[in-house]
T-cell receptor, first 116, second 116 residues
Framework: DTAVSQTPKYLVTQMGNDKSIKCEQNLGHDTMYWYKQDSKKFLKIMFSYNNKELIINETVPNRFSPKSPDKAHLNLHINSLELGDSAVYFC???????????????FGPGTRLTVL | AQSVTQLDSQVPVFEEAPVELRCNYSSSVSVYLFWYVQYPNQGLQLLLKYLSGSTLVKSINGFEAEFNKSQTSFHLRKPSVHISDTAEYFCAVSDFRSGGYQKVTFGTGTKLQVIP
């Protein structure tokens, strides 16, 4: 199936731990994103990468470090987890604007992170 | 800077009744406009989009939205809702940054509750 996939789907961990969420897309897109959706469903962009290069970094604590080994993958590593990090994290991908495509973002199913 | 306002956090409506979900945006440059739908425990899916051309855009499942530049609005409508339309709906706006990259800003979402 062509899609954006994320692992794990659920992640429960203790405060202070370090965890990673993986994202992969097989849509041939060159731009990928991480979003955080809080308990009130508010969706906020965290990072955007284009061809492994960081292009958007939205006032995210430096405990969050994205890593893009290639343009099909964008992983999110979180150090020293805090209670406020509990949320659903969505990965998304799109083509780069100006390529003649419609710039729709395709979302993964989300990773529900619970910090205890 | 761009922003999106969805004034209604929840909209209850009886099955087969019409519905309108409101969206207003602000931006200093030309934008693209989107409506995404999020079903329970899933990622977001594109419902419809306005890029250019006709200001009235339609989805395959009966939703439509009209871009109104003077009122900076992109309200979503459906003449007759079904139970299966129960979901969270997000309005989004994107513009282009230097280098041709886009940033998408999402509204806070409107939960459509269809009552049998």
């Amino acid at each position: 199936d062509t899609a954006v996939s994320q692992t794990p789907k659920y992640l429960v961990t203790q405060m202070g731990n370090d965890k990673s969420i993986k994202c992969e897309q097989n849509l041939g897109h060159d731009t990928m994103y991480w979003y955080k959706q809080d308990s009130k469903k508010f969706l906020k962009i965290m990072f955007s990468y284009n061809n492994k290069e960081l292009i958007i970094n939205e006032t995210v604590p430096n405990r969050f470090s994205p890593k893009s080994p290639d343009k099909a993958h964008l992983n999110l590593h979180i150090n020293s987890l805090e209670l406020g990090d509990s949320a659903v994290y969505f990965c998304a991908s799109s083509t780069r604007p100006g390529t003649g495509m419609h710039n729709e973002q395709f979302f993964g199913p989300g990773t529900r992170l619970t910090v205890l | 800077a761009q922003s999106v306002t969805q004034l209604d956090s929840q909209v209850p409506v009886f099955e087969e009744a019409p519905v309108e979900l409101r969206c207003n945006y602000s931006s200093s440059v030309s934008v693209y406009l989107f409506w995404y739908v999020q079903y329970p425990n899933q990622g977001l899916q594109l419902l419809l989009k306005y890029l250019s051309g006709s200001t009235l855009v339609k989805s395959i499942n009966g939703f439509e939205a009209e871009f109104n530049k003077s009122q900076t609005s992109f309200h979503l409508r459906k003449p007759s809702v079904h139970i299966s339309d129960t979901a969270e709906y997000f309005c989004a706006v994107s513009d282009f940054r230097s280098g041709g990259y886009q940033k998408v800003t999402f509204g806070t979402g409107t939960k459509l509750q269809v009552i049998p």
